[in-house]
């Protein structure tokens, strides 16, 4: 039951993440903070092992030192630089490479449909929700495409295999 919990938390978070993206352009920091926060009791709890937690502990630190240069060669934001190694916490080395090929794809459809509704909206419209991404010369809610590559690749992490097989159970 517990580890529903923690395993909903995880996907609740990634999905507030991609809507604030859309809405703001940013993913606070406190986001960020909980996803990386939440890992270590699921971690105890789930108990995979100190060799897995292991290697999740390290791909998140990989995780953080790539995001953070991309971060510094102007290549995404510092929200995007910190929301995908608090994910990549979760889906462990197994996830890394579908987490990595999923948000490649996801991010280029998303900065696609992003473009063409820039380009095809008369000036001045705009949607109520998720104005500033539809302001012209503004980035991408890259939010968005992490999280559908943590959605994506989660049956590929072992911690988060077995939170949905635990999720499985109580449907």
């Known amino acids: 039951m517990i580890l529903a919990l923690f395993a909903s938390a995880f996907f609740a ?36 092992g100190w060799d897995v937690t292991g290697a999740h502990l390290l791909i998140g630190a990989i995780a953080f030192t790539g995001s953070v240069a991309l971060f ?10 910190k929301f995908i190694p608090a994910v990549m916490l979760w889906l462990g080395p197994a996830g890394a490479m579908p987490f990595l090929v999923a948000t490649a794809i996801a991010g280029g459809i998303l900065t696609i449909v992003i473009v ?10 705009s949607p109520g929700f998720g104005v500033a991404t539809f302001e012209d010369r503004k980035g991408v809610p890259y939010g968005v495409a992490i999280a559908a590559g943590a959605f994506m690749a989660a049956p590929a992490s072992p911690l988060l295999t077995g939170l949905l097989k635990q999720i499985q159970l109580l449907s």
């Open 13 to 48: 978070l990634c999905i507030y993440a991609a809507l604030i993206d859309i809405e703001t352009l940013t993913i606070p920091n406190w986001l960020n903070g909980w996803l990386a926060f939440l890992f270590i009791p699921a971690a105890i709890v789930a108990a995979p």
């Open 72 to 81: 510094f060669l102007g290549v995404y934001g510092g929200g995007d630089a």
């Open 116 to 125: 063409a509704l820039r380009t095809l909206m008369p000036a001045g419209v």
